[in-house]
């Protein structure tokens, strides 16, 4: 206890002592940790918006006209394809059914078709849309199928929508980490290097090298922490505004966007805990290299 | 705590020989001066004791211990045993005189109550308790070595290590230095010291041991600076 004592007033002093290096710090750190969060919140939306899109995607696949085929079986044999998360059945009147309610005024035009032409066909969603192409191809390679109906175009630009954003938001998270790691580094570096005649004659007269480092270490660690905390802080006050704002002037996205207040508190609690973390990894490292240099004799 | 040197050779890179082919012995409660030219090797002997430097060959073995065998852990354990004033004082310039001797203690996770009254102590016992309050920088040189001398009394050690305490002091000064070191050593204290000043040398006839280009060339008892 009287050792903690005497590490954390310290480490009081040598932020004290360092207080505009470590303002610079706080600062950096928290608007790399407020861009990684930024960032990150983005990217989950994002992945929220297009996993909504995705699980609306649906390939029509139609029959061939056969009243000798067992459509049970197909059905079966389409349902075991691992591309497939849900399936519904349409028989020949239940299609022409919907067909004319969707046509609504128009759809007496369909009496004059005469014998109903629409077969047995399947709505089927899938798990992602990047599934589609690959179910497209089984379907059509089926006997059993005639046509398969898609929306490709879509398909296709939510495939590389949603590789793009993941991509994205790796670059931007990697960044935001390397930018953060290395001022925490910089940071208690110079705060060592200004202090390294210090340390010597610490260590000279008895201290060990767990009691020289671990102000340095908490001092990086509480930086980093409190950085993590503006961070977060930043989000809160940015996040639910900006979502009142979108959801008012873009009302399709209201269902694809995280609006719970526990997870957006719960997000940033993670994100200190990383900021906090971070600091703690840099600063150990840096100090355990330091401390180890000065004190290994000739 | 006794000191034994056998056969010590400490070399630098590239090719500097700061000490060859050293034995001597220092026996618990000495005082022992070493005096020598600059670049003698007074001050690698000195470092050699304090593990601040190693032996190239040969063994430094203090109170037992070979300190090459010593791990690094146990490294501040032992110097707490060490009382070391430098030269160039070696205080810590952002701490007060208070702080810079009661850090010894601290380091050592000592209560602060114990800390305080010892260090109170060790400040009285070098007259500097009215410059508690000061930093460093705001002293005088001997004022200074006071501090250092102070901060190596805390721990009580066992072993005081000097390396030119008066070198930067004028006579009055480096005498009373010398006053508190004699006291020091009366208390049992061993006291191995580095040192140019010949008048200190001749008037105190302790055991002078001399370098030359880093040979041991004299071990006198009661010797002068000069053989």
Redesign the interface.
């Known amino acids: 206890m009287t050792t903690l004592k005497y590490i954390l007033r310290d480490t009081w002093r040598l932020i004290v002592h360092h207080w505009v290096l470590g303002l610079l710090t706080l600062i950096t750190a928290g608007v790399m940790l407020w861009i990684l969060g930024v960032t990150t919140l983005f990217s989950l939306n994002l992945e929220n918006l297009l996993s909504r899109l995705e699980s609306e995607l649906v390939v029509q696949a139609y029959l061939v006209k056969d009243n000798t085929l067992n459509v049970e079986q197909v059905a079966q044999k389409i349902q075991s394809l691992e591309y497939v998360y849900a399936m519904k059945i349409y028989s020949p009147s239940d299609s022409l059914a919907k067909l004319q309610e969707k046509m609504g005024s128009q759809s007496r035009a369909l009496e004059m078709l005469g014998e109903n032409p629409i077969p047995y066909n399947f709505e089927i969603h899938v798990h992602k849309a990047e599934d589609v192409e690959h179910l497209v191809d089984e379907l059509n390679a089926m006997p059993e199928v005639d046509d398969v109906v898609y929306a490709g175009l879509v398909v296709k630009r939510i495939s590389a929508l949603s590789r793009i954003s993941s991509r994205v938001a790796l670059v931007m998270f990697i960044l935001s980490v390397i930018i953060t790691a290395l001022v925490v580094y910089n940071t208690i570096h110079i705060s060592l290097y200004s202090r390294r005649e210090e340390i010597g004659i610490m260590y000279l007269v008895g201290a060990t090298r767990a009691y020289i480092a671990t102000p340095f270490v908490l001092e990086g660690t509480l930086l980093s922490l409190l950085g993590a905390g503006i961070a977060a802080a930043g989000i809160i006050g940015a996040y639910f505004p900006g979502i009142t704002m979108i959801q008012a002037n873009l009302p399709f996205l209201r269902n694809s966007i995280i609006t719970d207040k526990a997870v957006i508190f719960r997000f940033c609690a993670l994100l200190a805990g990383f900021g906090a973390t971070l600091g703690w990894v840099c600063s150990y490292i840096i100090v355990a290299r330091f401390i180890n240099s000065i004190t290994k004799p000739d | 705590m006794n000191i034994t040197f056998s056969e010590v050779t400490k070399t630098?890179e590239p090719d500097i020989t700061a000490l060859f082919d050293v034995s001597l012995n220092i026996e618990q409660g000495e005082f022992v001066y070493v005096v020598g030219q600059t670049g003698s090797g007074k001050s690698t002997l000195l470092r050699l004791i304090?593990?601040?430097?190693?032996p190239s060959a040969g063994t430094v073995a203090v109170g037992g211990y070979d300190l090459r065998r010593m791990r690094?852990?146990d490294?501040?354990?032992y110097?707490?045993d060490v009382g070391?004033v430098a030269q160039d004082f070696?205080?810590?310039?952002?701490l007060t005189v208070y702080e810079n001797i009661a850090?010894?203690m601290?380091?050592?996770?000592?209560?602060?109550r114990l800390v305080a009254e010892r260090t109170k102590d060790v400040i009285n016992q070098v007259g500097l308790w009215r410059r508690r309050s000061m930093r460093p920088a705001q002293l005088s040189g001997g004022e200074q070595q006071r501090v250092a001398i102070a901060?190596?009394l805390a721990?009580s050690p066992s072993l005081f290590i000097a390396d030119e305490p008066t070198g930067n002091l004028d006579f009055h000064t480096a005498a009373e230095v010398m006053k508190i070191l004699f006291a020091i050593n009366a208390a049992g204290v061993t006291i191995v010291m580095s040192t140019h000043n010949q008048s200190i040398v001749n008037a105190s006839r302790k055991r002078v041991i001399e370098l030359e280009g880093g040979k041991l060339i004299r071990d006198e008892k009661g010797g002068l600076y000069q053989a």
């Open positions: 630098f304090t593990r601040e430097l190693l690094r852990a490294v501040p354990y110097r707490r070391l070696k205080l810590i310039p952002s850090f010894v601290e380091a050592m996770s000592v209560p602060k901060r190596a721990n």
